[in-house]
């Protein structure tokens, strides 16, 4: 199953690879990973989602616990949270699809945000599936090039997740 | 413990006295009371081992090899109740060193590690000698630091100290770049320290211990399996006193020898892969097990899934969370300091109106006693070729049961935990994790520098004693009085024997070719050697190699090719499927 892992943890050089290595040494899925400083500076979040049966995931945060840097680990699947995921789209925009790609953008509230006679660079917020969803609703044809940053998350309502 | 004075301390700090990087290791060093530092200089240590030679409270102890300086500081540190200090300098230093640090983190052995590294400004610039060791590290610590400002080099050696010994113990490198070592700042070694995000639980839940305690009194078939935890949790006595009052049969894994007096008849010997027949029968038909310190790992439970074909209800006491329900689920988690839950348990038991079913244990013990009769250690005691078991036997009666005892890695290690009777924690000193040849002599070293006045033998072997016999140089120099048995059986027994299993008999590279005449080896290291080729010659040679408090004595026992290690669960196989001898 998949689940969405928030970390609390020390912003110090060498904590991102300490979380790597343990994925990939325990031979853990990783779907992806997030990771920037929070409003105190000397701490980082970092939101990884990951596959794998509750055994499995038991065992990812219970390792994940062991790790001097990390502070605070929370299983944000096990109650109500948000997820957003940002993508940059950089798709052909000529001729008719030019409007076109225009109107997709506005449907799926996302923003031109760079245009030069050929292309737009589009940007999107959402949960991961609605960012697949655009994709899917234009021409493949179109895109040149998709960055995603991999999703964030938080707990819903008081779920809070501090030092 | 406290070395430098507090008029001392006073001075430094009110005069704004600054110290170089190298002094304050140094001092730091002094101020945890380290006694032994094992190590090997070179270029980005330089600094450091000035500071050493111009005080004489920290010893140096130079191996040859730092592979050595990693085993001995964890022989040190499994042998006594303190953290091993280990010093190696840059590049080869550090990944000669890495086998030493995986030993000890797959044992769980308390280590501080400080490894030179090229001055900052050259970090990355693939300097001569220049490794990542934090990265090459990473994966077999509890913990490293790379630490660039000299300002945090105090601060940062206390946490390594107090990571290293706290919680579930391992191996904690400190990575220090050469112009740290020069650079100069105000020195004060941190009292107390306290990470917020490093907080080792200690007191386990009073409930679950409650529930465990219930649990264990209704038992009909129970059993106590217990493993290294017990040992580095310094619980044996409160282990002890449990298993007595409670009356139940007690096991323990390799790394748990000495936890449970093993001359008692509670004990049913040691459990797993080469484990008696009766605590692997024990272990797969009891009703009720209660594991303490242990982790279920293969080598132990054999194929959970033909282990949890007999329903049982299981108690887990560790302090690791991640060590309860990863190989085998658990229903009674607790997670503590096992020596507190075993006091907490006993004071629980002392207090409780139940007591355990006399009726059932009987009918169990009777069970135990007929697997016992079993005998499944029995060997060919009128064999006209040494018996290797027949040696390490021998080795236990003449030193009764005293000795520490280091081994190797192969059939050797099996046949001294199976025939060396440990009533006491921390005599058996063996590589179970890692499984690393090499480790028995330097080991040793560590061992016999920690109790100069004891009785320190190796049980190895021709194939692991070679990995690191250049050793024995380091014996000399020191004086270490080691007492040396090589079961000499001209084979990697161990793989040996997986070959007549598995393979067909087909020795592929398993035969020892080419030998050194192993006595005048030692002879050549200023040792003393014996050959010994006959049964009737092994005990007076073990009684002369004793006799020789001052010598070291390399002992070459000539043994048995054919022997193998039984009981023996195949590999994939279930605890109770035993090929028997």
Known sequence: ?163 | MDMTSPEQRAKDKGAGVELSGAEIVVRCLQEEGVEYVFGYPGGAVLFLYDELFKQDKVKHVLVRHEQAALHAADGYARSTERVGVALVTSGPGVTNAVTGIATAYMDSTPLVVITGQVPTHAIGQDAFQECDAVGITRPCVKHNFLVKDVRDLAQTIKKAFYIAATGRPGPVVVDIPKDVTTAKAPFEYPREISMRSYNPVVKGHPGQIKKALQTLLKAKRPMIYTGGGVILGNAAEDLTKLVRMLGYPCTNTLMGLGGYPATDRQFVGMLGMHGTYEANMAMQHCDVLLAVGARFDDRVIGNPKHFFEEPRTIIHVDIDPSSISKRVKVDIPIVGNVSDVLRELVKQLEAAREKPDAEALKAWWSQIDQWRSRDCLKYDRASSIIKPQFVVEKLWEITKGEAFVTSDVGQHQMWAAQFYKFDKPRRWINSGGLGTMGVGLPYAMGVQLAHPKATVACITGEASVQMCIQELSTCKQYRLPLKICNLNNRYMGMVRQWQEFFHGNRYSESYMDALPDFVRLAEAYGHVGMRIEKPADVEPALREALKRKNDLVFMDFITDQTENVFPMVPGGKGLSEMILV
Request: net charge negative; proline share 1%; aromatic share 4%.
């Open chain 1, 1 to 163: 199953m998949r689940h969405i892992v928030s970390i609390l943890l020390e912003n110090e050089a060498g904590a991102l690879s300490r979380v790597a290595g343990l994925f990939s040494a325990r031979g853990y899925n990783i779907e992806s990973l997030t990771v920037a400083p929070t409003e105190d500076a000397t701490l980082s979040r970092m939101t990884i989602v990951t596959t794998g049966s509750d055994d499995v995931i038991e065992q990812i945060t219970k390792q994940l616990n062991k790790l001097v840097d990390v502070v605070k680990v929370v299983d944000l699947s096990d109650g109500e949270h948000i997820e957003r995921e940002l993508m940059l789209v950089k798709v052909r925009a000529v001729g008719k699809d030019r409007e076109e790609m225009k109107r997709m953008a506005d449907i799926f509230r996302g923003r031109v945000i760079d245009v030069t006679d050929k292309e737009y660079t589009i940007e999107l917020t959402g949960p991961g599936h609605k960012l697949d969803a655009f994709l899917k609703a234009i021409e493949r044809s179109a895109i040149l090039e998709t960055v995603r940053t991999g999703a964030s998350g938080i707990g819903r309502g008081e779920r809070v997740l501090r030092a």
